[in-house]
């Protein structure tokens, strides 16, 4: 399989998010802080590509009747391992994230591959779509999260970065690289509206970009034929 088509379709042709339009209930809900959307973002690949690689290798074994029931179990088992990772490591990304974490198990994202996908193609092909797939997931919610922090606060890096200095914390506790005075954000960009609102404008901003690129494919098609 072309992993040039690949990454494209998981990145851009067929994001998860901004093309099938699932698992939007968490990419609303956590796209406040870089902190958030990252951390999310990276557990959705992990659990993701694993559960690729499950489905993969037993699909031929399991019995067509009790498909899903056993992707949902196959699911539960690496979030399980994710959430009470970052319960250990990470305490701070798991109470910022909370039951979201948890919600991955019924994430569409994650059983509609292991579906549409793993069940269907080879461990290796299953690999980099759960790779590919995941890392177009983070990306819409980096691009959220950056978009809504520095309009909606003033600030980029929230929880991950600590002030002027720019260094890493992974304790929740960085107040983000200051851009502008709190004062003149939108706050209400941080609010569940603003979820709404900045997933719309990049869906419109993808579906513009995809068209036009389909439209000059279109017309240079026309010129070789004529």
Do not use: W
Not at 71 to 91: E, K, N, W, Y
Not at 106 to 125: L, M, P, T, W, Y
Request: glycine fraction near 10%.
């Amino acid at each position: 399989m072309n992993r040039n088509k690949q990454f494209f379709e998981g990145v851009i042709s067929n994001n998860p998010v901004l093309v099938q339009q699932i698992g939007l209930c968490a990419t609303m809900a956590i796209s406040t802080t870089l902190f958030n959307g990252l951390g999310m973002g990276l557990s959705v690949l992990i659990i993701l590509t694993c559960c690729n690689v499950v489905v993969a290798a037993i699909r031929k074994i399991i019995p067509e009747q009790v498909r899903l029931a056993i992707f949902v179990v196959v699911i539960a088992g690496f979030v399980t391992i994710v959430d009470l990772l970052l319960q250990a490591f990470i305490p701070a990304l798991s109470s910022a994230l909370g039951v979201f974490i948890p919600l991955i198990v019924v994430n569409c994202i994650i059983i509609g591959r292991a579906e549409a996908f793993s069940s269907k193609n080879s461990v290796k092909d299953s690999f980099f779509d759960g790779v590919f797939q995941g890392v177009g997931y983070t990306l819409v919610l980096i691009c959220m999260c950056l978009f809504r922090e520095l309009l909606g606060s003033g600030t980029i890096g929230g929880g991950l970065l600590n002030g002027a200095k720019s260094f890493i914390t992974l304790d929740g506790t960085g107040a983000g690289l200051r851009i502008f005075p709190e004062t003149y954000a939108a706050g209400a960009l941080v609010l569940p509206f603003g979820g709404f609102l900045t997933l719309g404008l990049l869906m419109a901003l993808l579906q513009h970009i995809l068209s036009k690129s389909a439209a000059k494919k279109a017309a240079k098609e026309k010129e070789e034929t004529t």
